[in-house]
């Protein structure tokens, strides 16, 4: 016969995620034994803590809690005892152990490590949507990134828009072909938005003549001819003039450079 499952009341002033993952990984060394997780979030008021408790006492769960308000988490502790329930406090004796060595009160402020995973997870949404739009995919969402990037082959628009994500800027970026129209989305686009991308053509030959080689193919094909490319560079320019887009040379620069400057001159930073 299997043993009944053991409750486990898990209390939180924030999203509760810091102790489910602490509890959960204390488990990892009891797995013959079944367990029921309760989280308990945004407990911030004394009566939150006093029902929670009522409910843990019913199923005489283990109590394990992360509060950082000092006079909370004792009344967590209090009541546990009272109730004869066995409760762990996960938080405060680290908080008064770091307080001790920084010589410094914690702020007691909920949810502070809520905040930064927010922004982990706003970089990796950034990310996930530069991916998909990179290289004209999806010129339907173009109005959804924070940047559109605009260029010929080969003019660092990637590895500018990978670099531009991993600091949380969703962006886009359509490559301009010579006989094709770029996609109707990209003018519909707040022009303050979209940086426009040149280079230099002899730079532009060694570095699509580079690309060739790695693929195995002739790097004097005509993707690195220098005249193919000073034509294609001049249609660029032409085209780029007829809109009233940020043009930003990349020619002989870092991208860590280049992403500078275009946050700069779109007024990002």
Aim: charged share 30%; net charge negative.
């Amino acid at each position: 016969m299997s043993a009944a499952a053991q409750d486990i009341y898990l209390l939180s002033d924030a999203t509760g995620e810091t102790a489910e993952k602490m509890v959960m990984a204390a488990l990892t060394q009891f797995r013959d034994r079944p367990v029921r997780l309760k989280r308990v979030n945004n407990v911030r008021t004394k009566n939150q803590v006093y029902e929670s408790l009522d409910e843990a006492l019913d199923k005489q769960a283990l109590v394990v809690f992360t509060i950082v308000n000092r006079d909370l988490a004792q009344l967590v502790h209090d009541e546990c005892d009272s109730l004869g329930l066995v409760s762990i406090d996960l938080l405060t004796p680290l908080l008064m152990k770091v307080a001790h060595c920084l010589g410094r009160s914690p702020k007691e402020t909920p949810g502070l490590l809520h905040g930064i995973d927010e922004a982990y997870f706003s970089r990796i949404e950034a990310i996930e949507f530069t991916v998909k739009h990179d290289d004209g995919q999806e010129p339907r969402n173009l109005y959804q990134a924070d940047i559109v990037l605009v260029g010929i082959s080969r003019t660092s628009k990637t590895p500018l828009s990978i670099y531009l994500a991993h600091r949380g800027w969703k962006v886009a970026n359509v490559p301009l072909v010579k006989g094709i129209d770029p996609p109707q989305q990209l003018f519909e686009v707040d022009p303050k938005r979209v940086a426009a991308l040149v280079i230099d053509p002899q730079r532009l030959v060694e570095v699509r003549a580079s690309r060739l080689r790695n693929l195995g193919q002739d790097p004097k094909a005509a993707y690195a001819d220098y005249e193919e490319i000073e034509e294609e560079l001049k249609h660029a320019k032409k085209f780029f003039r007829q809109h009233p887009w940020t043009v930003v040379d990349v020619s002989s620069k870092a991208v860590e450079e280049t992403a500078n400057e275009v946050l700069v001159r779109l007024g990002l930073k």
